[in-house]
């Protein structure tokens, strides 16, 4: 897009082309700057998000020992987002639509049956 020049008699528009030539690398820089954190939150948000991490499950053996089990989970992608769901006492969980996710799978049995879950 061509800019007009400012006529002689616009003080105010010969200001702005003057303070806009002057601060252009400044904008460029600056467009820059948020098209890196863009991509990179992107980068970040393509990655496997785990909501069982080391999360484990204890048991007693026979002997009174406690023994540690790693819950069952399954890696789910859901096909809307899901803000805030509570699942269980105390489990908070959010979705991002598109994203994949490593769950309980009884959250993820329970997301299928209602559709949320992605194929």
Known sequence: ?????????????????????????????REDQI?????AQAEVDSGLHDYVGTRQV??????????????????????????????GAGNLYSFKEGQQYRVPAALADYLEE?????H
């Open 1 to 29: 897009m061509a800019t007009q020049k400012a006529r002689p008699q616009d003080y105010t528009g010969r200001q702005r082309q003057k303070l806009a030539a002057e601060h252009a690398e400044v904008v460029r820089a």
């Open 35 to 39: 098209a890196m954190a863009t991509a």
């Open 58 to 87: 204890t048991e007693l053996n026979e002997q009174g020992d406690v023994v540690y089990v790693e819950p069952e989970a399954k890696t789910i992608i859901v096909n809307t987002t899901i803000e805030d769901m509570t699942f």
């Open 114 to 118: 209602l559709g949320y879950v992605w």
